[in-house]
T-cell receptor, first 115, second 111 residues
Framework: NAGVMQNPRHLVRRRGQEARLRCSPM?????VYWYRQLPEEGLKFMVY????????ESGMPKERFSAEFPKEGPSILRIQQVVRGDSAAYFC?????????????FGQGTRLTVV | GENVEQHPSTLSVQEGDSAVIKCTYS??????FPWYKQELGKRPQLIID?????GEKKDQRIAVTLNKTAKHFSLHITETQPEDSAVYFC??????????FGTGTSLTVIP
């Protein structure tokens, strides 16, 4: 089991470009969470998805940000028209579909720099 | 939604001393409380967790306590070592669906 895989590890974008961050959950996991972390700050929840469904997007900015978790393929966090304030580390985590209490496993994160 | 508060935000201890980090939560339905350790530039990794049907759990130098009535839980690290220096996050979850994190505690163990 390769664990939660995020790519790219580092992404540099100019202001106004689009950023696409990918997250492949652990094998057998159907729950994906995206978090944003600014330097020396905590993990800010963005969105919680299950396969083909957005369960909770209360942490997502209303504009420019979107997320999906298709039936096939990785989860994608998309940021359109990036601004300098979007520079941060973006972590995804996944957990299995079982009922009950299970831990979330984190990926290595994608460090987005907007120049 | 759930609100998790974590204190202190920074903590310095001498090597060998104990460190305690405290968290409170607001949603009485939360029943799973993991703790994560994040070293600089790395991913958060689970170090210990506790479920609502127990009040305390211990794993070598690390222990976690849970008070469901007061809605707070704490991480205790004994005999601290320099490699314990990291940022620690608490989290609360209902049945493993959705995880709400505290703001983190930066622990420094002074040799």
């Amino acid at each position: 089991n390769a664990g939660v895989m995020q790519n790219p590890r580092h992404l540099v974008r100019r202001r106004g470009q689009e950023a696409r961050l990918r997250c492949s959950p652990m094998k057998g996991h159907s729950h994906v969470y995206w978090y944003r972390q600014l330097p020396e700050e905590g993990l800010k929840f963005m969105v919680y998805l299950q396969k083909e469904n957005i369960i909770d997007e209360s942490g997502m900015p209303k504009e420019r940000f979107s997320a999906e978790f298709p039936k096939e393929g990785p989860s994608i966090l998309r940021i359109q028209q990036v601004v300098r304030g979007d520079s941060a580390a973006y972590f995804c985590a996944s957990s299995p579909p079982t009922l009950g209490n299970t831990e979330a496993f984190f990926g290595q994160g994608t460090r987005l720099t907007v120049v | 939604g759930e609100n998790v508060e974590q204190h202190p935000s920074t903590l310095s201890v001498q090597e060998g001393d104990s460190a305690v980090i405290k968290c409170t939560y607001s949603d009485s339905a939360s029943n799973y409380f993991p703790w994560y350790k994040q070293e600089l530039g790395k991913r958060p990794q689970l170090i210990i967790d506790i479920r609502s049907n127990v009040g305390e759990k211990k794993d070598q130098r690390i222990a976690v306590t849970l008070n469901k009535t007061a809605k707070h839980f704490s991480l205790h690290i004994t005999e601290t070592q320099p490699e314990d220096s990291a940022v620690y996050f608490c989290a609360a979850s209902v049945n493993g669906n959705q995880f709400y994190f505290g703001t983190g505690t930066s622990l420094t163990v002074i040799p």
